[in-house]
């Protein structure tokens, strides 16, 4: 018997034992899809492509899928399997709705963003540029140096405050800390911009803006969800390893570096990549506090220093005379951003799953 008539015969089989071959349900789907995306294709014919209603388009093919699904599952199946494909079906549907948002956003950010998504852009800075050309390189490069400086003087605070809230604290001292965490967590960014500006004002006199102000207003908005999420991941590990741990004799510092924080890493570090995700975004502190320049500048010490939300701000709201090209390079830094929040995301997941417990022999 071949390929194709063993696969012939497996769905034969399927439809004749009144049950629906695996397969099916996403051949409806991706047949919805395209019908829809054709339909809202058709309707806005000489449109331009970041015109195009992906959003529309996505809501009534899983709509439709819906409906087909649950007729075809009613014939062959009969009302009950059909019943319980509705339900799924529906839950699906609020899945996708949820996701609407994000998918119109992406789609948009990547239809206007690939126009200046290219080698200038990522090489060249906005120094002396008045109308197209330039690029985003000195705005990228205070994004990082910023955002890392941030994340290595909240992780260590964050982290070592979550095990003294674990493992150590007790009594009022605890509490208070756990407030004033909570506390933290509500703070507007633009207050965190203008503590650190006055932090820095005061030590080397006002109207002074560093790139160092500006990590440290990240880092006043990185910390407390570092604690929270740390915190939260640590108290999921069981006692039983701990107290196993004790057992044999291990002092508690050692079990905590050998036993608890090698089984929360991937935990920990997925909230670590969800504070840096917070704060890379924030425009309104790093405003504040590191100021804007058009110059690149490597010195977190010596001078103003640009950051991409800052970068696209600027560019949206002062725009020259060539509108355009000043909207394209907000486009491409927004998408820019986007792919390092990705590209650190993936980093996370790997570093989780190297670093995280075996539990194979």
Not at 41 to 48: E, S
Not at 118 to 140: P, Q, W
Not at 182 to 193: F, H, L, R
Not at 283 to 308: E, H, K, V
Request: one cysteine or more.
């Amino acid at each position: 018997m071949t390929a194709t008539s063993a696969i012939h015969t497996g769905e034969s089989n399927s439809f004749a034992s009144g049950r629906l071959p695996k397969a099916t349900p996403w051949w409806v789907l991706a047949a919805c899809l395209a019908a829809s995306t054709a339909v809202f294709a058709l309707l806005g014919a000489g449109a331009p492509l970041d015109e195009f209603n992906i959003v529309g388009a996505v809501f009534f093919g899983v709509l439709a899928y819906a409906v087909v699904i649950v007729a075809v599952a009613r014939l062959v199946e009969g009302q009950r399997k059909a019943t319980d494909r509705f339900v799924t079906t529906l839950v699906s549907l609020a899945f996708v709705i949820a996701l609407l948002p994000l998918i119109s956003l992406v789609y948009t950010v990547i239809t206007n963003g690939l126009p200046r998504f290219d080698l200038e852009f990522f090489t060249y800075s906005m120094r002396s540029i008045v109308g197209e050309g330039g690029g985003a390189i000195h705005a990228i490069v205070g994004t990082l140096l910023m955002t890392g400086t941030a994340a290595l003087i909240s992780i260590p605070i964050g982290l070592m405050a979550s095990i003294y809230l674990v493992e150590y604290g007790r009594g009022r001292l605890a509490r208070a800390i756990t407030f004033f965490v909570d506390v933290m967590t509500g703070i507007p960014s633009i207050v965190a911009g203008l503590f650190a500006y006055a932090v820095f004002s005061a030590l080397l006199g006002p109207g002074e803006r560093l790139g160092l102000a500006g990590a440290m207003a990240l880092a006043v908005l990185m910390i407390p969800v570092v604690v929270r999420s740390s915190e939260e991941m640590l108290r999921l590990v069981p006692n039983e390893l701990r107290e196993a741990a004790f057992a044999l004799g291990v002092p508690k510092w050692l079990m905590i570096v050998k036993v608890v924080l090698p089984t929360s890493i991937a935990g920990i570090t997925t909230g670590i990549m969800l504070s840096i995700a917070r704060v890379i975004g924030e425009t309104a502190p790093l405003l504040i506090a590191a100021g804007f320049t058009n110059n690149l500048n490597y010195d977190l010490t010596d001078g103003r220093m640009q950051s991409l939300p800052v970068f696209v701000y600027t560019s949206y709201v002062a725009q020259g005379t060539d509108a355009q090209a000043y909207l394209d390079r907000a486009w491409a830094g927004a998408l820019t951003l986007i792919l390092i929040v990705m590209l650190l995301n993936l980093v996370a997941r790997l570093v989780a799953r190297q670093f995280a417990p075996k539990l194979g022999r």
